[in-house]
């Protein structure tokens, strides 16, 4: 079992930048990685990003791509979000997860079965 600990949201201006950070404990995730999900009111819990911890790949949903940039302290525990040029829309609840498998490509919440508590993102206009 992994144990997630989310940090650093808070309420921004558009345009301007914020990272969360997410503090992992449990062995498991260094063999996968992590992702970051977020959920905004009356929508389904979409996701953002995904790392793998030994190497360092990454990718993206398409709505944050060239904006957000997630990355790992590998000598360490920790998982940010580096989110830059906010819009309102990104306004949400932003979790991390680990994943039940190893693999590559995931993107649905069903494959993750650890999360974290979440920190809430708003963005003004």
């Known amino acids: 079992q992994v144990r997630l600990v989310e940090s650093g949201g808070g309420l921004v201006q558009a345009g301007g930048s914020l990272r969360l950070s997410c503090a992992a404990s449990g062995r498991t995730f260094r063999s996968s990685g992590l992702g970051w999900f977020r959920q905004a009111p009356g929508k389904e819990r979409e996701f953002v990003a995904y790392i793998t911890w030994a190497i360092g790949n990454t990718y993206y949903a398409d709505s944050v791509k060239g904006r957000f940039t997630i990355s790992r302290d590998n000598d360490g525990n920790t998982m940010y979000l580096q989110m830059n040029s906010l819009k309102p829309e990104d306004t949400a609840v932003y979790y991390c997860?680990?994943?039940?498998?190893?693999?590559?490509?995931?993107?649905?919440?069903?494959?993750?079965?650890?999360w974290g508590q979440g920190t809430q993102v708003t963005v003004s206009s």
């Open positions: 997860a680990a994943p039940k498998t190893t693999g590559w490509g995931k993107t649905s919440p069903v494959d993750f079965g650890s």
